[in-house]
T-cell receptor
Framework: DVKVTQSSRYLVKRTGEKVFLECVQDMDHENMFWYRQDPGLGLRLIYFSYDVKMKEKGDIPEGYSVSREKKERFSLILESASTNQTSMYLC????????????FGEGSRLTVL | GEDVEQSLFLSVREGDSSVINCTYTDSSSTYLYWYKQEPGAGLQLLTYIFSNMDMKQDQRLTVLLNKKDKHLSLRIADTQTGDSAIYFCAGIQGGGSYIPTFGRGTSLIVHP
């Protein structure tokens, strides 16, 4: 079975701190995604990557950056956390094109104080 | 790009059928998906339907696709309390797309 592992389930950070959210998948998937989920807003795509060292902005990239140095790992970085980045962050992976079959991690709930 | 719309809430009694509806805008969507998110967890793929199909059944789940009206529905027969979750529909365009478009999710509440 495909496994997508997010390193932290719950984090509490202070405004201005740098935050790293790590995601690892074990099925050699080309594509990896970072979403944030907020009540009533559904999933919003932050960044995605379709290959190592490749990244593309999603719908809400402001305030975030990403890193994909290895195929299995996709990191989301908040350079200077702000309270409006308090949210649930979901990582996902998929294989190839023309597929909406994503495999999701359990999520990382970030609170910024 | 594609827009996908869902109602936000649905409440049903245990044992009844649930029908969750979704409308989409892009008629070139090749696959349409239903995901389930249980409390505190990520999304899991429940089922999908290819655009050349009208219906797909999988145990208690029935997916209906009306391409003319761009309407997708998920019917859950004999709904149980364990079916309480958020259900997302999603579609993907053909032509080499990587990114599915998700609806906002429908919270299904099953009460005794």
């Amino acid at each position: 079975d495909v496994k997508v592992t997010q390193s932290s389930r719950y984090l509490v950070k202070r405004t201005g701190e740098k935050v790293f959210l790590e995601c690892v998948q074990d099925m050699d998937h080309e594509n990896m995604f970072w979403y944030r989920q907020d009540p009533g807003l559904g999933l919003r795509l932050i960044y995605f990557s379709y290959d190592v060292k490749m990244k593309e902005k999603g719908d809400i990239p402001e305030g975030y950056s990403v890193s994909r140095e290895k195929k299995e790992r996709f990191s989301l970085i908040l350079e200077s956390a702000s309270t409006n980045q308090t949210s649930m962050y979901l990582c996902a992976s998929s294989v190839g094109q023309n597929t909406g079959e994503l495999f999701f991690g359990e999520g990382s709930r970030l609170t910024v104080l | 790009g594609e827009d996908v719309e869902q109602s936000l809430f649905l409440s049903v009694r245990e044992g009844d059928s649930s029908v969750i509806n979704c409308t989409y805008t892009d008629s070139s969507s090749t696959y349409l998906y239903w995901y389930k998110q249980e409390p505190g967890a990520g999304l899991q793929l429940l089922t999908y339907i290819f655009s050349n199909m009208d219906m797909k059944q999988d145990q208690r789940l029935t997916v209906l696709l009306n391409k003319k009206d761009k309407h997708l529905s998920l019917r859950i027969a004999d709904t149980q309390t364990g079916d309480s979750a958020i259900y997302f529909c999603a579609g993907i365009q053909g032509g080499g797309s990587y990114i599915p478009t998700f609806g906002r999710g429908t919270s299904l509440i099953v009460h005794p």
